[in-house]
C-alpha cells in the first residue's frame, strides 16, 4: 500500500496568538458638517495688498459705482498723486543717504570741519570781518543765492557772485580775508573752470558738489588744495523722473548747505536765535519773535497756587530731606514752600507777605539719599531758600530787562529765586536758571 504524501494546507485565514476576540461591529462615521441655511449671510474677505491702487481695478470699479467722466476724474487724481508720492519719496531717500554718509564717510566728514574752520576763522574781528563768497551758475546758482541768505540772517557775512559777471569785473567784491564757496553738481561747470585761474589761491575754496572723492572732480584736479563738501544722489534724476532737470540734487546740495550755515554760526555766536531775530524783524517771523521779546517776567513765573506747601511749626517733629522730596514729587510745578519757624529755622516772611521760605526744584532734585533722613532747618542749610535771599522784580518787566539786571548782579548765582512783584505782593516765582534758559532760545 502506497503511503500518500502530506501537503501542507492553504487558506487565506490568519489567526493571531494571545489576543483577544471582539465582535466584527465597524466604527461610527464622523458627523457630517452643518450645511448652512440659505437664509445665512456670508462676507467675502477683502484681500490684503501692500501695493497701492491697481488703475485697472479702480477703472472696474468706477464702471460699476459711477459714471464715465467720475471715472476719468478719479484715475487722474490717482496718477498725480502717485507721481508726488514717487517724487517724496526719492528725494527722502537722498537726504536719508547723504546723511549716512556724513555720520561713517571720513573724506565727507573731514570736508565738513574744514569748512567749518574756513568759514568761521574768517569772520567777525578776529577774522578781519571777512565773509563767503557763494559762486554758481544755473539751478547752482538759485541754491548759492538761497544760502547766502541763510548764512546772512545767521549773521554770518556772504555775498553771491555770479561767475561771468565775475570775469567782467565783479571779481572786485572778493576782499583777501574771504572764504570762496563754489556750488556745482557736475564738478566740471565750464563757467567755474573758466574762473578758476582768476581766484586767489590763498583763499580758501570749499566745493559742494556731487563727487564724493577728490580724485574723480575736474575742479579739484586743477587746485588741489579744494575742500571737498559732497551733497551726491542715489540715482539720476533721468532716471528716478525720465527728465534730467535738477529736483533731487538741488535739494541734497540746499541741505548740506544749510546743515554747514547751522553749525557754522553756532560756534560764531552765543545764541543763534537772538541773533536771527534780530536779523529778521519782518514778516510773520518776525512778529513772533517779536511777541517772544515783548514777553513779560510774570508769564515765566510759577503761580503761588502751583507751589506746594510744608508746614514747619516748632510743636510738630522736624522735617526732613524724606519730607522735602515728598511734597516736592506731589507739588504741580516741583516747587515746595515751607511755612512757619522755629528756634533753628530762619524762616520768616517772604516778599509777598506770606510766612515762609522756598525750596526749589534745582535743589530738591540735588537731595542725595543720605540727606532724606537729615533736618532740613540744622542738617540741610543749602536746601532752602528764606526770604531775605530773594531777588525781587517787577511783574511787567521783560525777560530781556529781567536777564540784563540778574547779569549785572555779582552775587546771583543760577539756583537763586527771583519773587515777581504785582503791587507789593509776589504773585510767582521763578529760578534764574529758568530765566537764563529761556534767552539762549532767543
Same mark, same amino acid.
Given at each position: 500500500m502506497v503511503e500518500q504524501q502530506r501537503q501542507p494546507v492553504h487558506n487565506s485565514e490568519v489567526y493571531l496568538l494571545n489576543q483577544n476576540r471582539f465582535p466584527l461591529i465597524p466604527p461610527p462615521s464622523p458627523p457630517s458638517p452643518i450645511t448652512p441655511a440659505p437664509t445665512d449671510i456670508c462676507s467675502p474677505i477683502e484681500s490684503l495688498s501692500l501695493d497701492g491702487p491697481d488703475p485697472l481695478s479702480l477703472s472696474a470699479s468706477c464702471d460699476e459705482h459711477c459714471d464715465e467722466q467720475t471715472c476719468?476724474?478719479?484715475?487722474?487724481?490717482?496718477?498725480?498723486?502717485?507721481?508726488?508720492?514717487?517724487?517724496?519719496?526719492?528725494?527722502?531717500?537722498?537726504?536719508? !543717504?547723504?546723511?549716512? @554718509?556724513?555720520?561713517? #564717510? &571720513?573724506?565727507?566728514?573731514?570736508?565738513?570741519?574744514? /569748512?567749518?574752520?574756513?568759514?568761521?576763522?574768517?569772520?567777525?574781528?578776529?577774522?578781519?570781518?571777512?565773509?563767503?563768497?557763494?559762486?554758481?551758475?544755473?539751478?547752482?546758482?538759485?541754491?548759492?543765492?538761497?544760502?547766502?541768505?541763510?548764512?546772512?540772517?545767521?549773521?554770518?557775512?556772504a555775498v553771491f557772485l555770479h561767475p561771468t559777471e565775475a570775469l567782467h569785473g565783479d571779481l572786485g567784491q572778493i576782499g583777501r580775508n574771504d572764504t570762496l564757496f563754489l556750488i556745482t553738481?557736475?564738478?566740471?561747470?565750464?563757467? !567755474?573752470?573758466?574762473? @578758476?585761474?582768476?581766484? #586767489? &589761491?590763498?583763499?580758501?575754496?570749499?566745493?559742494?558738489? /556731487?563727487?564724493?572723492?577728490?580724485?574723480?572732480?575736474?575742479?579739484?584736479?586743477?587746485?588741489?588744495?579744494?575742500?571737498?563738501?559732497?551733497?551726491?544722489?542715489?540715482?539720476?534724476?533721468?532716471?528716478?523722473?525720465?527728465?534730467?532737470?535738477?529736483?533731487?540734487?538741488?535739494?541734497?546740495?540746499?541741505?548740506?548747505?544749510?546743515a554747514l550755515a547751522i553749525v557754522a554760526s553756532r560756534e560764531l555766536h552765543p545764541s543763534v536765535a537772538s541773533v536771527f531775530a534780530k536779523n529778521h524783524p519782518g514778516g510773520a517771523i518776525g512778529a513772533a519773535l517779536k511777541r517772544r521779546d515783548e514777553e513779560i517776567i510774570r508769564d515765566l513765573s510759577v503761580p503761588l497756587n502751583e507751589i506746594a506747601t510744608l508746614n514747619h511749626d516748632e510743636s510738630d517733629v522736624p522735617l526732613t530731606g524724606a519730607d522735602v522730596l515728598r511734597a516736592g514729587y506731589a507739588s504741580p510745578s516741583g516747587w515746595v514752600r515751607v511755612t512757619g519757624s522755629d528756634q533753628n529755622s530762619n524762616a520768616s516772611v517772604d516778599a509777598g507777605g506770606s510766612n515762609g521760605a522756598l525750596i526749589s526744584p534745582t535743589r530738591i532734585?540735588?537731595?542725595?539719599?543720605?540727606?532724606?533722613?537729615?533736618?532740613?532747618?540744622?542738617?540741610?542749610?543749602?536746601?532752602?531758600?528764606?526770604?531775605?535771599?530773594?531777588?525781587?522784580?517787577?511783574?511787567?518787566?521783560?525777560?530781556?530787562?529781567?536777564?540784563?539786571?540778574?547779569?549785572?548782579?555779582?552775587?546771583?548765582?543760577?539756583?537763586?529765586?527771583?519773587?515777581?512783584?504785582?503791587?507789593?505782593?509776589?504773585?510767582?516765582?521763578?529760578?534764574?536758571?529758568?530765566?537764563?534758559?529761556?534767552?539762549?532760545?532767543?
Open positions: 476719468d476724474d478719479r484715475l487722474v487724481s490717482e496718477e498725480r498723486l502717485a507721481g508726488a508720492v514717487h517724487v517724496l519719496s526719492t528725494e527722502t531717500r537722498a537726504l536719508q !543717504l547723504v546723511t549716512n @554718509l556724513y555720520s561713517t #564717510d &571720513e573724506i565727507a566728514r573731514d570736508g565738513f570741519n574744514r /569748512a567749518v574752520e574756513a568759514i568761521t576763522q574768517r569772520q567777525g574781528d578776529q577774522g578781519k570781518n571777512g565773509k563767503v563768497v557763494v559762486i554758481g551758475v544755473g539751478k547752482s546758482g538759485h541754491i548759492a543765492k538761497k544760502l547766502v541768505a541763510t548764512f546772512n540772517s545767521l549773521a554770518i557775512q553738481f557736475s564738478g566740471k561747470t565750464p563757467e !567755474l573752470l573758466m574762473l @578758476l585761474p582768476h581766484l #586767489d &589761491e590763498d583763499l580758501p575754496l570749499i566745493l559742494l558738489t /556731487a563727487h564724493t572723492r577728490p580724485d574723480t572732480c575736474e575742479i579739484i584736479r586743477h587746485r588741489p588744495d579744494t575742500i571737498l563738501l559732497p551733497a551726491p544722489i542715489h540715482e539720476s534724476e533721468t532716471k528716478s523722473f525720465g527728465v534730467s532737470a535738477p529736483t533731487t540734487s538741488t535739494t541734497v546740495a540746499l541741505t548740506v548747505g544749510d532734585r540735588q537731595l542725595s539719599s543720605a540727606d532724606l533722613g537729615k533736618k532740613i532747618d540744622t542738617e540741610l542749610g543749602w536746601l532752602v531758600t528764606n526770604p531775605g535771599e530773594f531777588v525781587s522784580i517787577a511783574w511787567d518787566t521783560t525777560v530781556h530787562q529781567a536777564c540784563d539786571f540778574i547779569n549785572a548782579m555779582l552775587v546771583c548765582d543760577e539756583d537763586s529765586i527771583i519773587v515777581v512783584m504785582e503791587k507789593g505782593e509776589c504773585v510767582g516765582v521763578l529760578e534764574v536758571s529758568r530765566l537764563l534758559q529761556e534767552m539762549g532760545k532767543r
